[in-house]
T-cell receptor, first 112, second 114 residues
């Protein structure tokens, strides 16, 4: 079946450190891939997305590239800030309009 | 636009009580979803709707019912609450038109069943 696996947290970094959160997926066909972010006490917000192989999604300094050959969509940021502390969810949608399938989430904590 | 709103924000129920969670969206989206979020489990789909008057089961539908009488509203009901239903519930909506199909999430409802 379709599933998403992301690295377990928590991930603890100092400000300005490099961030990578790994995400791999299993899916039939050509899914769309997403990263959502959840700040404390809030709902999920779309961070970035990619809809086909080799697409790169980017937003707020975060990037992720859709790698079909490795079935991966790793999230990266070159220099994290304290304000990036949140839970990050990788997700896929295998068919237009269907519900998202989420990974379990990775908690990021950035200290100054 | 308010986007996706959920009421109530918090609720405490006793085992066996019933309640309804309301989700409303003002973006004219066709698709609406109910998820629950539990520690270490990510978000899991409870029920969803692809249009007014239609509903379908998701991954964890047992103990819940839903209704979509109006396009903008999606109700989640618990007929007889159980402690296992203690969770944070999120509603989401998305456009059924060709395009991004981004899902927009509400702020969540924190439910505790004692």
């Amino acid at each position: 079946g379709n599933s998403v696996t992301q690295m377990e947290g928590p991930v603890t970094l100092s400000e300005e450190a490099f961030l990578t959160i790994n995400c791999t997926y299993t899916a039939t066909g050509y899914p769309s891939l997403f990263w959502y972010v959840q700040y404390p006490g809030e709902g999920l917000q779309l961070l970035l997305k990619a809809t086909k192989a080799d697409d790169k999604g980017s937003n707020k300094g975060f990037e992720a590239t859709y790698r079909k050959e490795t079935t991966s969509f790793h999230l990266e940021k070159g220099s994290v800030q304290v304000s990036d502390s949140a839970v990050y969810f990788c997700a896929l949608r295998y068919q237009a309009g269907t519900a998202l399938i989420f990974g379990k989430g990775t908690t990021l904590s950035v200290s100054s | 636009n308010a986007g996706v709103t959920q009421t109530p924000k918090f609720r405490v129920l006793k085992t066996g009580q019933s309640m309804t969670l309301l989700c409303a969206q003002d973006m004219n989206h066709e698709y609406m979803y109910w998820y629950r979020q539990d520690p270490g489990m990510g978000l899991r789909l409870i029920h969803y709707s692809v249009g007014e008057g239609t509903t379908a089961k998701g991954e964890v539908p047992d103990g819940y019912n839903v209704s979509r009488l109006k396009k903008q509203n999606f109700l989640l009901g618990l007929e007889s609450a159980a402690p296992s239903q203690t969770s944070v519930y999120f509603c989401a909506s998305s456009s059924g038109q060709m395009g991004a199909y981004e899902q927009y999430f509400g702020p969540g409802t924190r439910l505790t069943v004692t």
